[in-house]
């Protein structure tokens, strides 16, 4: 029987149709916008594809390239607004093949090393962004959920290690309502409360996190563990107040997490950098490379002020381990700082790069999604059948079709998507007079090579639709 693993002229051909396939796919700069099946539909389309003798490399591919790729949405579609969408570089994209091909371990300097170099240098970057102090580092994980979970298993590990009498302590972490639901949902991974402070879609503010610390009975306040603070709510862009909410973690001795896995690109941005001031006095922060600083999926990271903290909360032990720890094969493992033991080595593509274009480029890129943002906000503010709901934050842009009911942006959603037009969803924002959650119309900018004619024929869809 014919090996999988044996080179042979099938395997060659295929190489030349997946690199074939590759080119086509980056360097179409408007790719369809593909649109879900049923699974269903699907397999009445493709048939069965695990069979015990295989299909063929060849059958398997055009399936992939005719049918199944055609619904999906691909991220970096120019008119995808939704969510947080995302552009990576074709640079990364190339280099995420090279990362494949290069069959990496990434847990352990010893088989790892020059590709966690690579890492490491990317990870600078990231961490002068932030202003931590140079004894801060951090590892890329495989996204912003994994990030949060990996800082809270770090920040509660801390808090016990403190006093004997934690160890049997349920334990609380503080964070706003308007916070990332991985961060709730994380929450229960490691089986800690939560209290989550403010309103919805509201700055969460040093002061309020005050009032909240001083609001705990006794006992919750000694099973406090960390405060999360969000840099760049997923909804409408939002940056809790980092300076004040520092200053209250830092007299209270409270661990505090930033979220920034949306909004950390835009550290880069020097016209927004301002607004993240505080930032630089966390104990941890999430940045998803994978959103706002062009990497392929996946990829985020978590950054630790002080890595000896992450080491002793995650650095896994077993005997066929030790050799990494051993002298002649030590080095920086990336294992040891975050919840994953094999890993892939997902900040090299970033790395590639980020050395090809040079880090100016990168700012120049957030910016302009910054500008996005602007730009759709002067069209809305001159249409006289959208008005903004809230001004810009980031590159979120709320805004409401005046007289829609939900079904009416539900349905606005679905024909775009379906004819292949664009993808823009709608969210729920509450309205601050009334208090009541509204359907609104949101935009979040990625891309770069997003145009303005893009935010105004996107705007329009939604006049000749009423
Ligand atoms: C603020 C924030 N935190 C965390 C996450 C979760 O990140 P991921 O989807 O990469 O796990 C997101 C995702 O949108 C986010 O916007």
Not at 59 to 83: C, E, G, Q, R
Not at 147 to 175: D, G, I, P, Y
Not at 180 to 205: C, F, N, P, R
Not at 304 to 315: K, Q, V
Request: glycine share 6%; hydrophobic share 40%.
């Amino acid at each position: 029987m014919k090996s999988m693993h044996k080179l042979d002229i099938d395997l060659v051909e295929m190489t030349m149709d997946v690199m074939k396939y590759t080119l086509n796919r980056i360097s179409n700069t408007s790719p369809d916008l593909g649109a879900p099946k049923t699974e269903t539909k699907l397999l009445e389309l493709v048939g069965d594809t695990i069979t015990e003798n295989g299909i063929g490399g060849e059958k398997a591919l055009s399936l992939f390239k005719d049918v199944l790729v055609k619904a999906t949405v691909p991220v970096d579609h120019p008119k995808n607004f939704a969510f947080v969408p995302a552009s990576p570089t074709r640079a990364s994209i190339l280099f995420d093949l090279i990362t494949s091909a290069s069959s990496i371990h990434g847990a352990y300097w010893m088989e790892g090393a020059g590709a966690i170099f690579c890492e490491n240098r990317a990870m600078e970057w990231l961490v002068s962004l932030t202003g931590l102090p140079d004894t801060a580092f951090g590892v890329f994980t495989s996204g912003g959920t994994v990030a949060n979970l990996s800082a809270m298993v770090t920040a509660r590990h801390t808090w016990r290690e403190k006093k004997e009498s934690r160890k049997v302590l349920r334990s609380l972490m503080l964070t706003s309502k308007s916070a990332h639901s991985s961060v709730k949902s994380m929450a229960k991974v490691i089986d800690a409360d939560v209290v989550a402070i403010g309103l919805e879609d509201d700055k969460m503010t040093g002061k309020m996190v005050r009032e909240a610390l001083a609001g705990l009975s006794e006992i919750d306040r000694e099973r406090l563990f960390a405060v999360v603070a969000t840099a760049g709510t997923t909804n409408a862009g939002i940056i809790d107040d980092l300076k004040g909410i520092a200053e209250v973690c830092d007299q209270e001795e409270i661990w505090l997490h930033v979220d920034a896995a949306y909004g950390g690109g835009a550290l880069a941005a020097p016209s927004v950098r301002h607004r993240f001031n505080g930032i630089e006095k966390a104990d941890s922060i999430t940045i998803d490379p994978h959103k706002w600083l062009f990497s392929p999926y996946d990829c985020g990271a978590i950054l630790y002020r002080d890595m000896t903290l992450a080491e002793e909360a995650h650095s896994q032990k077993g005997p066929y381990l030790s050799i990494f720890k051993d002298e002649g094969a030590y080095g920086f493992n990336p294992a040891d700082y975050q919840i994953q033991l094999t890993r892939r080595v997902r900040g090299l593509p970033l790395w590639f790069s980020l050395a090809m274009h040079g880090t100016k480029r990168y700012q120049q890129a957030i910016e302009r999604g910054l500008e996005l943002a602007q730009i759709a906000e002067r069209h809305i503010d001159v249409m006289d059948f959208v008005e903004m709901v809230r001004p810009v934050s980031l590159s979120c842009v709320l805004f409401r079709r005046k007289g829609w009911n939900p079904e009416d942006y539900r349905e606005w959603t679905y024909r775009n998507h379906q004819s292949g037009f664009a993808l823009v969803t709608p969210t729920q924002w509450r309205n601050k007079e009334t208090g009541e959650h509204e359907t609104v119309a949101r935009f979040c900018f990625i891309n770069p090579d997003t145009t303005q004619d893009d935010i105004v024929s996107v705007l329009e869809s939604m006049h000749l639709d009423s």
